[in-house]
C-alpha cells in the first residue's frame, strides 16, 4: 500500500513502540483488573501452600528473553498456568501461616497509584506530594496509636515509610551506633554491644552484621517460660553489667511487642528505665501487633513507649496494606539524618537549601522512593478509623474462637497465652504417649506436632507454620488474612482434627 | 425493618468491612485505571516540575485521620485536586531530569499483579513461582547483556533483584567486608579502604557509612576534563599504594558505566587489573547505562566485566520497568549468603533444608521482598528484545537531535561528549562575557547558567537538573521519558532558546 512518496519521513522512529499509550493502558489495565477479581473470587479453591517441586517453572520457560513481543493476553494466560500454581496464596482464607499479609482493596489501589505517577520521590522536589503527604499520615497513624507527640511531625519528631522492619531496625541502629561512636571514638566500634531477647526477629542480627557490629556483641538473652517468654528487665540488666564489666559499651536494645514466634510482648517500660541508665537506645519493634494497638484496649502493649528513641510496625502484616510498608517514628530525626545523609551537587535544590522541607532519602538507607504514602492514605480514609479496629477485633474474635474450640479437644493445649490473633497450640504429650526407651515424651510430642504439620500442609487445605518456643514445637495458627471469615477458622480446626485422628490411628 | 428474630445472630463479626471483596476489587480497580490512563493522555499539560510551596499539602488536609469511611471517588477527587499539583511528573514528555523513570503498560501491569497476589516472597517455600521467575528473568537479563556465564545460575553465579543500586552496594561491599575482615581478624575494620572517583554515585558513600567503613577511608579520587571524567588506572594505583604504605587495607572498588553527572565511563578493563594485584572487591555500577548495553553497539563499555565481581544496573530508570527494580549480579553468591544470611527456626523449611532451592532473603539486606520479577518479565515478554533495542536508540537519536539543535546556535556549547542519551550543555562563557571586576568569565558563566535552567524549571514547561563537573555549572537534558517523541525534544529545545534570549536581554 502506498507509494514512498507519501510515507511519512522516518528520521530512525519508526515502528518505535509506545509503551505508555493511554488507550492500550487502559484496555490492558482493565484486562489484568479483570484477572485479579477473579482470582480473589477463586482463591479459596487453590492449594494454600504451593505445591510445586523445585525446578518446577524452568521446565516451563525457554533458556532466552523472546526477541519478539508478545500479547498481553499470552502472558495473562501463563501467569494462569505456569505462576498461580506456584504461588503460596497469602491473600487465600485459609491461610494461617507465619503473619498475614492482609492485602486490601484500598492499599491495592494506593500501590497503583503510585506506581502509575512511578515517581522517584527522594527528596521534597522530586514531588513535593510524595513527602506532604507522608508526613501527614504518619502524624494520623501516630495519633492513632497515641503515640507521645514527641515522635510526630508536630512535635520535633516524625515518620517515615521504610520498606520492611529490617531496614527500620538498620537505620536506627546505624543512628545509634554513629551517635555513639562520636563520643567514644571510631577505634571502639568493636566494644559496641546490640541485645535482644532469644525470642527477638532475626532482622536484629541482620541489622547488627551489616552494620559491622562485632557477632560476638550480639546478645540474644535467654526468656521463659514463666514470663511468657518476654524479655525481663533483670535479665537484661545482667547481662549489661557483665559486658560492662568486660569494658565493651552498651548500644541497643530492640525490644519487642508481639514476637513471631509466639506473639510475647516485651515490658516497655521496665526495659527502657534500665537502657536509659545506660545510655542506651531503645527501637520498638511492633512489626506484628502494633496494628492493634490502635484499639484502645490493647494500647496498654505500648505503655512505656514514651522513654523509647524510635518505633516501628508494619502496615503490611495486619493493616490492610500491600507489601512493603513499614511505619517506623522517631523521637530525634536529626540523628537519622546525621547518619544516613548525602548531599551531592546533583541534588542540590533551592528547597533543600532553605531548610523548610524534609528530605525522606535522608531518613533511609536508599536514595529513590516509592510513593508509598498513597497506600496507607488510601487504606485510611477508605475505611475510617472506626472500621479498621472493627476489622482487627474480628481476627481476635477468630482467634479465640479457634482457642475455643481447641479446649474441647482434651487431646489439644494451647502452649502460650495468646494476645492477639495469634494462637500456639499442639496436641500433649499425654496423648501421644511416651513409650520410648531413648526420646523423652517431649520428644516425641515434638516430633509428631512437626508430623502432624507437615501433613496438614501438604494437604493445601489450610496453611500454617510453627515455632519452637522453650524446646516446645507449635503449631502457629495466625488470624489475619482479609478474606478469613469464622467459617474458614471452624473448618480449618476440622481439618486440624481429621489430620491429627489419621496420624494418631496410624502411629 | 425486620424483627430481631429474623436477623443473623451476630457472633461479633457484623457490619465488618469486606476488604477485598472481588466485585467491589473490580468495580474500584476498573475506576483507577481510567484515572491513570486519563492522567497520561492529559500528563503533557500539566508544569513539570511541580509548582507548590513547602507546606502546601497540610493546609488542605485535616489534621487527623477520619473515623468513618469514605467513598473512592471522594478519594480520588482529592487526587486529583490535591495530591496531582504536587507531583513533579516524571511520566511527562517533557521531563529530562536527574534520569528518566521510564514507565510502561508492561512494567507497571506487572506490578500490579505482584501487588494483587501480595506474597512475601523472603524464601523459595513462601512463593516457589517468585523465586524461580526471578532466577530464570536475570539469566534472561543476563545473556541480553552478554554478561560473562559466571554471572548466571547456569554458570555458578546469579543474579537477584533489589530495590535500588544502594542496597546492591550495600550487600557486595558487607559481603567484601566480611570476607576481608576473616583474614585480616575483625580488630582491623578501621583499616579497609573503599574507592571510587569524585564522579562516583552517592549510594557507595552511604552503603560505606552504614557498613561501618571509617569515613576517613572513603576515596572519591580525582577525575579530569582530559580523561573525559573517567577514573584511570594510574590514578586508582596511586591512591591504592599510598594507603598500603599506611597500613590500609584496600577494599572494595567501584567504577561506573555512566555517571549521573556526565554519564562518564570508567575503563573497567584497567581498573579490575589494579584491584585484581591487590584483591579488591569490584562492584560495577552501571545503574543508568546497563540498560542499553543490551544493544551490540553499546556492549564494549562493559568490557572487563568479566574480571569485576558483581554487576548492576536499575530496570526502573530505562528499561521500562517501575519503581523499583534494581538489577545485581554477582560471581559467588556464596560470600553474599555468608554476610547476609540468617535461619531462625521459624522460618525452617523442607526445601531449604535440602539447599535445592534460592532463598533469596540471604542475598539482600531485608527480609520480606515483594514479586518483583513479574514486571521485568512482563517488559521482556510485552516488548521483546528487539523492541527494547529499538526504543533505547530511539532516546539516543532524540539526544543526538538535541545536540545538533546545539550546534546550530554558536551560544552555547557541549560540554562533555554524549555517550548515552544525556547531553551536558551550558551557554558558554564568551557569550556571557567576562566584564566582571572580581568573577571570573567561568564563574559568570556559572552563575548565568544556573540563572536559566531555574528560570526554565520555573515556567514548569520542561523539567532538567544541573550537575557540576570540572568546576563547571552544566545543564543536563536526559532523553528517556516513556512519552517523549522527537518534537518534544525540538520545543524542549526551544524554550530553551527563549528563555536564554530573554536572560540574554535582561543581563
Request: hydrophobic fraction near 40%; charged fraction near 20%; aromatic fraction near 10%.
Amino acid at each position: 500500500m502506498g507509494s514512498l512518496q507519501n510515507q511519512k519521513p522516518d528520521n530512525g522512529f519508526a515502528g518505535t513502540i509506545k509503551p505508555l499509550d493511554p488507550e492500550e493502558f487502559r484496555r490492558q489495565g482493565h484486562l489484568v483488573i479483570d484477572f485479579l477479581a477473579d482470582y480473589y473470587k477463586s482463591v479459596e479453591r487453590y492449594p494454600v501452600r504451593s505445591q510445586v517441586e523445585p525446578g518446577y517453572l524452568k521446565k516451563r520457560m525457554p533458556d532466552s528473553a523472546p526477541y519478539d513481543a508478545e500479547p498481553i493476553e499470552d502472558i495473562l494466560r501463563d501467569v494462569q498456568k505456569d505462576i498461580v500454581p506456584g504461588i503460596t496464596h497469602w491473600q487465600s482464607p485459609n491461610y494461617f501461616a507465619y503473619f498475614p499479609a492482609s492485602g486490601s482493596i484500598a492499599g491495592f489501589l494506593g500501590e497503583v497509584l503510585g506506581t502509575g505517577f512511578n515517581i522517584v520521590g527522594f527528596n521534597w522536589m522530586s514531588s513535593p506530594a510524595a513527602t506532604e503527604l507522608e508526613t501527614i499520615v504518619m502524624d494520623w497513624l501516630g495519633k492513632m496509636l497515641n503515640l507521645p507527640s514527641e515522635f510526630l511531625f508536630s512535635g520535633g519528631g516524625g515518620g517515615v515509610l521504610q520498606g520492611t522492619t529490617c531496614e527500620a531496625i538498620l537505620c536506627t541502629l546505624v543512628a545509634a551506633r554513629d551517635q555513639m561512636l562520636k563520643k567514644i571514638g571510631r577505634e571502639n566500634i568493636n566494644k559496641l554491644v546490640v541485645y535482644g531477647s532469644d525470642q527477638t526477629h532475626s532482622a536484629l542480627q541482620k541489622a547488627a552484621q551489616i552494620a559491622g557490629i562485632n557477632p560476638s556483641n550480639f546478645r540474644a538473652v535467654a526468656t521463659t517460660r514463666a514470663d511468657a517468654f518476654g524479655l525481663t528487665a533483670d535479665a537484661l540488666r545482667a547481662t549489661i553489667e557483665s559486658d560492662v564489666e568486660s569494658g565493651l559499651v552498651p548500644l541497643f536494645l530492640c525490644p519487642t511487642i508481639g514476637t513471631t514466634s509466639s506473639t510475647a510482648v516485651d515490658p516497655l517500660g521496665p526495659l527502657c528505665d534500665v537502657a536509659e541508665e545506660y545510655g542506651i537506645w531503645v527501637h520498638v519493634d511492633a512489626a506484628y501487633a502494633g496494628s492493634i494497638c490502635i484499639c484502645p484496649e490493647y494500647r496498654h502493649f505500648l505503655d512505656g513507649i514514651e522513654k523509647a528513641h524510635s518505633f516501628s510496625f508494619n502496615a503490611h502484616k495486619w493493616f490492610l496494606t500491600t507489601l512493603d510498608c513499614c511505619c517506623l517514628w522517631v523521637k530525634d530525626p536529626g540523628a537519622l539524618i546525621k547518619a544516613l545523609s548525602t548531599y551531592p551537587e546533583y541534588l542540590r535544590n533551592k528547597a533543600s537549601e532553605t531548610k523548610q522541607v524534609v528530605d525522606y532519602k535522608d531518613w533511609q538507607i536508599t536514595l529513590s522512593r516509592r510513593f508509598r504514602s498513597l497506600k496507607l492514605w488510601l487504606v485510611i480514609r477508605s475505611y475510617g478509623v472506626a472500621n479498621l479496629r472493627k476489622f482487627l477485633r474480628s481476627h481476635v474474635k477468630m482467634a479465640k474462637n479457634f482457642e475455643g474450640l481447641i479446649g474441647m479437644d482434651k487431646r489439644f493445649e494451647v502452649v502460650v497465652p495468646r494476645n492477639f490473633a495469634t494462637v500456639c497450640f499442639r496436641i500433649s504429650p499425654i496423648e501421644i504417649g511416651g513409650n520410648h526407651q531413648i526420646v523423652t515424651k517431649e520428644d516425641a510430642a515434638n516430633n509428631f506436632n512437626a508430623k502432624l504439620l507437615e501433613s496438614i500442609n501438604e494437604s493445601g487445605k489450610i496453611y500454617m507454620t510453627h515455632a519452637v518456643i522453650g524446646g516446645v514445637y507449635v503449631m502457629r495458627f495466625a488470624v489475619g488474612a482479609s478474606l478469613t471469615e469464622n467459617k474458614h477458622v471452624i473448618w480449618a480446626w476440622k481439618v486440624v482434627q481429621e489430620h491429627a485422628n489419621a496420624l494418631l490411628t496410624s502411629s
